[in-house]
């Protein structure tokens, strides 16, 4: 943008998709925030490729007590 700063959208947009190899989809959202009664809450978005944690077929992905 010339002589404009970024919103805080733009600059991740433009970080997620300059890499080589990138697509629009690796700048799509992955969390969605939601706020009811002044709690606000993060939950990644069922459609996110990468989720915390350990992945499918991890042993630690079917433990019942935390992990550390």
């Known amino acids: 943008m010339s ?22 989809a690796d700048a799509s959202p992955r969390i969605e925030v939601t706020e009811h009664d002044g709690v606000t809450r993060v939950e990644v978005a069922e459609d996110a490729e990468v989720r915390p944690g350990p992945g499918p077929g991890m042993p630690q992905a079917s433990r019942e007590e935390p992990i550390g």
Not at 3 to 24: F, N, S, V, W
């Open 3 to 24: 002589g404009e700063e970024m919103t805080p959208e733009e600059k991740r947009h433009d970080q997620l998709t300059t890499a080589p190899d990138a697509t629009e």
